[in-house]
């Protein structure tokens, strides 16, 4: 995924790793059962940082009148098929990369930042008990802001 | 000449063929018999060993070494070894109030032939204080859940309120905490104390040391949970068990994630061990109600089971790490681990180790995870990096091994 060169996206991921690795604990099919490599946690904190970004930037910039736009659509797919799905479109990449840069602003839009991680949530609760996504979409959300909103352009 | 002979011999062999063919266990017999003959030439048999049940009987089992002297289970019967003087047989004793020092001494014996480095494990089950007396405690649970059906058959806790209400108001302390929690039956938390009281050490030990000491193993205590969250979800709260399996999922994460952020290697011992029973439970009514449920089980269900099942191996196995690191040696293979991941990759293929060493094995806290990266000399990992206190524990143990 082009998303990996963005600035701060490491500091990131390294900051989701435990969340990531229980996270991939109710993701993996379950005849798939004990100790993912560390590749497939780290590339579930990228899926999910993806979606993460280009939700954000759907809302942000309003091409997805209510959140459910490619990026949700994306992820909710990934998610259930983790191991064999393709990698994102071209389009969800330049989302993520477009709101990876908006995140860098001054000041992010609030509201779309919300919309993204309820969106997170809903996807995850598919998989992980609701409190549990609300709880893991919440800590993306904070490691995102904290580490790419604060990363150098 | 008798001609009638061999038509009795092949009737004979004829009548056991059918009966092989016609009767599954019998087939199945001959099946296990050919696999442990096979099982046999490759790694012979190191010697029969009795378990002697709670019931009075004595479990047989033929013990065989594996070739990294790993002790592998073998064949095992109810019925004495053919051709072996039972009298010759070590024997460890489960039978309720034989006393923990004697069965440690008991079982030190049998490990000593079979598997030496079983014997700090034992010492770490007396030092954590896991279970005072196995015996005594399996004991008091059969009790307890003996008398528990019965009131379930009677009309569920009537008899457990009456009691703890009069204890109560006569200003008698409850006698027994997990009665008063059963008595208020729509509290969930009282039931969990319930649970947490039927299964500790007694069911959880043979699921961590199943491979290590087999003389441990009981599972008594999974048939009379099995059969309360029967009652609860037919006949009371259907909604109960499914509370209970989230409330020890709960309990369990809270106690795997205590566990990880503990200062040292004895906390997240202590951690794990709580967050293996509790997570072993919650994966126990996680499979009853999937039962029940059958495909009407929601996936989360399926999910929960099976992450519950995650944890619990990932407990067990932080627990059994701590144990072989009571001689440093899974310390010391960590770290070559990490050294020679840094030599393929560099410092970002050491981190992942690292990482995956504490947070997906669970094998030391994060507080370690700087120790591990920065490779201190493996000899010098029971006075300064396990700490003074678990070093002198572990010097302890040897002595009362010795």
Avoid at chain 1, 75 to 104: F, H, M, V, W, Y
Avoid at chain 2, 207 to 229: G, N, S, T, Y
Wanted: aromatic share 8%; charged share 20%; glycine share 8%.
């Amino acid at each position: 995924m082009e998303t990996r060169n963005l600035p701060g996206l490491d500091a990131a991921l390294a900051d989701l790793q435990p969340d990531m690795v229980e996270a991939a604990m109710w993701v993996v099919p379950e005849n798939e059962r004990h100790f993912e490599p560390i590749s497939f946690v780290s590339g579930l904190g990228l899926v999910l940082l993806t979606a993460f970004l280009a939700g954000f930037q759907e809302e942000a910039s309003r091409h997805a009148r209510a959140f459910g736009g490619d990026a949700a659509t994306w992820l909710a797919g990934k998610l259930k098929s983790i191991a064999t799905i393709a990698e994102p479109s071209p389009q969800i990449e330049a989302a993520a990369r477009e709101g990876a840069s908006l995140l860098r602003s001054p000041d992010p839009d609030p509201a779309a930042l919300d919309a993204s991680e309820a969106a997170i949530a809903a996807a995850l609760a598919e998989h992980l008990p609701p409190d549990q996504a609300r709880g893991m979409a919440a800590r993306l959300r904070q490691a995102a802001v904290a580490h790419m909103g604060a990363a150098p352009a | 000449m008798n001609l009638a002979a061999p038509f009795a011999v092949d009737a004979v062999g004829l009548l056991v063929s059918a009966v092989c063919v016609l009767d599954p266990r019998s087939a199945r017999r001959r099946l296990d018999l050919e696999a442990h003959a096979r099982l046999d030439a490759l790694r012979p048999p190191h010697g029969w060993v009795g378990e002697r049940r709670p019931n009075g009987r004595i479990w047989y089992s033929l013990r065989r070494l594996d070739t990294d002297g790993f002790e592998q289970g073998g064949r095992s019967q109810f019925e004495p070894p053919p051709g072996v003087d039972p009298a010759t047989i070590p024997l460890v004793d489960q039978g309720p109030g034989f006393p923990l020092a004697q069965r440690l001494e008991q079982t030190r014996q049998l490990v000593a032939v079979f598997r030496p480095g079983v014997l700090l494990h034992l010492g770490l089950i007396g030092r954590f204080g896991v279970a005072e007396d196995l015996g005594a405690a399996r004991a008091r649970l059969e009790q307890r859940l003996n008398g528990l059906e019965a009131i379930i058959a009677d009309g569920y806790a009537r008899a457990w309120r009456d009691r703890w209400l009069s204890a109560v108001s006569a200003g008698e302390p409850p006698e027994d905490p997990a009665a008063a929690g059963f008595a208020l039956d729509a509290d969930v938390s009282g039931l969990a104390r319930l649970m947490q009281a039927a299964a500790p050490a007694a069911a959880m030990l043979p699921k961590m040391f199943a491979a290590h000491v087999e003389a441990f193993r009981m599972a008594a205590p999974a048939d009379q949970l099995a059969i309360l969250i029967m009652y609860l979800r037919k006949a009371r709260v259907p909604d109960l068990p499914q509370r209970m399996a989230e409330h020890f999922m709960a309990e369990a994460r809270t106690a795997w994630q205590a566990g990880l952020a503990a200062p040292d290697l004895a906390g997240l011992v202590r951690a794990m061990f709580a967050a293996a029973q509790s997570a072993e439970l919650s994966r126990r009514i996680w499979q009853d109600i999937i039962g029940f449920a059958g495909d009407q089980a929601p996936p989360l269900w399926r999910k929960s089971a099976n992450v519950a099942e995650e944890w619990v191996v990932r407990a067990s196995g932080s627990v059994s790490n701590a144990f072989e690191n009571l001689e440093a040696r899974a310390w010391a293979r960590h770290r070559h681990s990490v050294t020679r991941a840094e030599a393929a990759g560099g410092a970002a293929r050491a981190q992942a180790r690292v990482t995956e060493l504490i947070e997906m094995h669970w094998f030391y806290p994060r507080a370690w995870a700087t120790a591990l990266a920065a490779a201190p000399p493996v000899e010098a990992v029971e006075e300064d990096v396990l700490g003074p206190a678990y070093a002198a524990e572990y010097l302890g143990m040897a002595r009362y091994l010795a």
